[in-house]
């Protein structure tokens, strides 16, 4: 029963909370205080409407919202979500466009487990899906796996990825974005050992921890400062009654967003605070910028226990990936024994996440690749979550994994690309 207690007490402070702002909604919208006008009631109303939504999101799991896309033939094709590999901690998600002749660039796009759900990467799927087919691991909230379903942590993960790549075969490209990192090149050197013809054309890793100690942050000193009896006692808990996953051990999604928060208090208090004031003046809108952001942000999921303490303890404190001493399933993969897959690094100047230098340490593992199977972009100015998403990856990251991605694709295309790329690097 341990944390079980705590979980559903979490759990009954927010719906608590979701109630009073629906309930100072109601009272402060009756008509009849128009009766007799206060600004008082208008901020009650607003503050209201925001408390209730923002603690109602909490528990939803955010809507991918890609209904179509516009083709080269200046039409809207229709986007359909379909899972093509359904597993119990997440799937394998397809974005199928009908109506167009099927893309060349088959692109695994590797979501991080890390709190926030798939759909973090909205937009960058919706910038990939004009020029690629696009699939999506999608991981399930762990409060709504039942404890039959056994344990989850990095080695499972790691299992899922190369899975996942050996259904969509040897001519795709893989995208892995921050968590997912280590784990995607752990397994792609898996499979250059065990299933060679499985492997992918390219990985590009995105601002992901390969050696937390090259560039240490804020989230590598707490790794570091807290043991791991610590972090169990403090972080994980039991999934309460009302859930399918009763009694499995999380660290819950309610707790990590409290972390999240605290990060940039400041910066979340002034923007609830102009909210409500927009609200009460009349000048709120459903999808204004203000929601579009916390509806995503505030949605989190709870982890599982194992996958969450495995994470800190072999890829953090002992640095497996980084030393080239991670085991999956019992074997000991070897970086070296990449050969074939073409790896570029992608990095922001201003990553407070995965500083640079924690992921650029890959290429020094990959002592099996030539020269120029190899690369680097390192974003200026751009932070964590501008290196997947926003301006600087739409204008200036996603062209460069584009060219990439073409450069190493073979056949025909793939040397026009090659010719294309040298020429520019001049």
């Known amino acids: 029963m341990k944390g079980m207690a705590t979980y559903d007490l979490m759990e009954s402070i927010r719906n608590t909370n979701e109630w009073m702002g629906a309930s100072a909604r109601a009272f402060a919208s009756y008509p009849v205080w128009g009766l007799a006008p206060n600004p008082m009631f208008k901020v009650m109303s607003a503050w209201g409407r925001v408390t209730e939504r923002s603690f109602a999101r909490m528990v939803i799991k955010p809507d991918w919202g890609i209904a179509s896309i516009v083709g080269e033939d200046g039409r809207d ?18 974005f199928k466009v009908h109506g167009r002749p099927e893309k060349k660039r088959r692109v695994l796009l590797c979501a991080p487990m890390s709190g926030h759900y798939s759909t973090l990467l909205r937009s960058t799927v919706s910038s990939l899906l004009p020029d690629c087919e696009v699939w999506v691991t999608d991981w399930h909230n762990a409060r709504d796996i039942p404890v039959s379903e056994g344990k ?15 259904h969509m075969g040897p001519d795709t490209h893989v995208i892995a974005v921050c968590q997912p990192v280590p784990l995607a090149l752990a397994a792609t050197a898996y499979l250059a050992e065990q299933d060679p013809d499985a492997q992918p054309r390219t990985l590009t890793l995105i601002g992901g921890p390969i050696d937390p100690d090259a560039a240490p942050t804020e989230v590598t000193d707490f790794g570091r400062r807290v043991t791991m009896g610590q972090l169990e006692h403090l972080a994980i808990q039991r999934v309460g009654f009302k859930n399918k996953g009763v009694g499995r051990l999380v660290y819950p999604g309610l707790l990590q967003l409290g972390g999240f928060i605290s990060m940039n208090m400041d910066r979340h208090a002034q923007a609830f605070a102009d909210k409500i004031s927009a609200e009460a003046r009349g000048e709120g809108g459903e999808r204004d910028k203000h929601n579009r952001f916390y509806d995503e942000y505030l949605s989190v999921m709870d982890m599982t226990a194992e996958f969450y303490l495995s994470t800190v303890e072999r890829i953090f404190k002992d640095r497996e990936i980084a030393r080239n001493a991670f085991i999956v399933d019992g074997h000991k993969v070897d970086f070296s024994k990449i050969t074939n897959v073409a790896v570029k690094i992608v990095e922001g100047e201003k990553d407070d996440i995965s500083a640079p230098g924690q992921c650029l340490a890959a290429l020094d593992l990959l002592t099996g690749l030539q020269p120029e199977q190899k690369a680097s972009h390192l974003e200026p100015g751009a932070g964590h979550y501008g290196i997947f998403a926003g301006k600087s990856w739409r204008n200036n990251i996603r062209p460069l994994v584009m060219e990439f991605m073409d450069a190493h694709s073979g056949g025909d295309d793939g040397q026009k690309a090659r010719l294309t790329l040298a020429a520019s690097n001049g």
């Open 152 to 166: 989850f942590d990095i080695e499972d993960y790691s299992i899922y990825l190369m899975d996942f790549m050996r």
């Open 77 to 94: 094709h229709i986007i359909e979500e379909v899972v093509e590999v359904a597993r119990p901690f997440g799937d394998l998600l397809r």
